[in-house]
């Protein structure tokens, strides 16, 4: 990856923007998320807050979920929206340099608490690798994550 790559942030905000890897990594350091692997052993690098990147757009008093697009693996995942905002984190960094694709980069978009993600609607699939934009909806935006076991297996099998 190289640092031209964007994390586009739309749909119902005031503010539209793309977040390139100097802008994620001059968000302030209360802002920032050192050493991911205190939340996830397996899953390193350093990242910004979900709260820190929606500060930055505005969202909408309507936007009540959050849906993550993969467009490299067409991959799309809508979440309730209060149920992450202050424990999600998007992963950009990894020894001081863009975050790999080997790891999930450009952007990763990981949740620091697991238990977080033990409900009907967050799995282990709201952790997404190759996120490129984030965008906000009144009710759920696309979604096409696996229904069942046999389909997670097979999704990371590709991935």
Do not use: W
């Amino acid at each position: 990856m190289t640092q031209s790559a964007t994390l586009r942030v739309d749909g119902l905000v005031a503010s539209p923007r793309s977040f390139s890897f100097d802008d994620l990594r001059a968000f302030s350091e209360p802002e920032q998320v050192r050493d991911f692997t205190r939340f996830h052993p397996k899953r390193p690098g350093d990242g910004v807050t979900l709260r820190a990147i929606l500060d930055r757009v505005a969202p909408a008093a309507e936007a009540t979920y959050l849906t993550l697009h993969a467009t490299r693996d067409d991959f799309a995942a809508s979440i309730p929206l209060a149920a992450i905002v202050d424990e999600a984190v998007v992963v950009f960094e990894l020894d001081g340099t863009p975050y790999p694709e080997s790891k999930g980069g450009p952007f990763r978009f990981l949740i620091k608490n697991p238990a977080v993600c033990h409900t009907d609607e967050l799995d282990d699939c709201a952790n997404v690798k190759f996120v490129d934009r984030i965008e906000l909806t009144a009710g759920r935006g696309r979604d096409n994550r696996p229904h069942d076991e046999q389909e997670h297996e097979a999704l990371h099998q590709h991935g």
